[in-house]
């Protein structure tokens, strides 16, 4: 499937996709906190159902949202009401120039238009605002024989390719949109959080429901898929840990005031 189709499958259970998807780490929002200020104007991309959005608004940062589905928004609307939230393709969205102190997509970001995205968020930044980008990776670590062997049930039920094993933390690349070759921006920095989740057999597998690529199989495939992931599982004990990194990309505007 496209990304055009495959960034539609969200909004398909939006509550489903509100219980599992994982938070990320305070000390992220602290060092960006650092970085931007106590009170920026903040336009959030891609929110959901607001896995980072509470953290801003726990900080009390005015925040306007760009969600793509109704039904992820409906539920973003309804745990943070005092927030602006616009339902709308931002690749296509106007909005004014150089309105935001801080423009930040959290595991998002890349189903942007890579040809457009980044330009597109600087336009909107004030001078030396910040555009932030937090991408989530899958590393090394926690129950690794368990995410050596699910491969096989990839292998049977799917049409991915054979996985040749996760990256260290180390080794996931840094600087995926090209924010330091962009030439738009002032400064670059990059800061890296790895912290560990446990699932039991049906947490793991309704965490897999919330992923774009297990919705897009077909209900037999799926079923046969979760079958073989949930038998690996109790194999295992009957839960597993899975090592999550996320990594914060900062740039710093290199706008000029409005004439």
């Not at 960034?7 to 599992?20: C, I, S, W």
């Not at 991408?135 to 062997?149: I, K, N, P, R, W």
Request: glycine share 8%; charged share 20%; net charge negative.
């Amino acid at each position: 499937m496209s990304r055009q189709s495959l960034r539609q499958t969200f909004g398909e259970d939006a509550d489903l996709y509100d219980r599992v998807r994982p938070t990320y780490p305070p000390e992220l929002f602290d060092a960006l906190a650092a970085i931007v200020g106590d009170h920026p104007r903040v336009l959030e991309l891609g929110p959901g159902t607001g896995q980072a959005t509470s953290a801003m608004v726990e900080r009390a940062w005015p925040v306007t949202a760009v969600e793509l589905s109704p039904a992820l928004a409906e539920v973003l609307r309804r745990k943070h009401p005092t927030i602006d939230v616009i339902v709308a393709d931002f690749d296509t969205l106007e909005l004014p120039a150089q309105s935001f102190d801080l423009v930040i997509s959290a595991t998002a970001f890349h189903w942007l238009d890579p040809a457009t995205r980044v330009q597109r968020c600087v336009d909107l930044l004030r001078p030396g605002g910040a555009l932030a980008v937090v991408s989530t990776h899958h590393v090394a670590g926690g129950s690794e024989q368990f995410f050596v062997d699910v491969q096989s049930c990839y292998d049977r039920f799917t049409d991915d390719p054979a996985a040749n094993g996760l990256p260290a933390a180390d080794d996931v690349p840094k600087d995926p949109e090209g924010f330091e070759r962009s030439g738009l921006f002032g400064s670059v920095e990059f800061r890296g959080y790895v912290w560990d989740a446990d699932y039991s057999a049906a947490e793991y597998l309704e965490l897999l429901s919330s992923y774009s690529g297990h919705r897009a199989l077909t209900s037999e495939r799926r079923d046969g898929l979760y079958g073989c992931i949930s038998a690996l599982i109790e194999s295992a004990g009957g839960s597993i840990t899975k090592r999550y990194m996320n990594q914060l990309s900062v740039g710093i505007s290199l706008n000029q005031p409005l004439a």
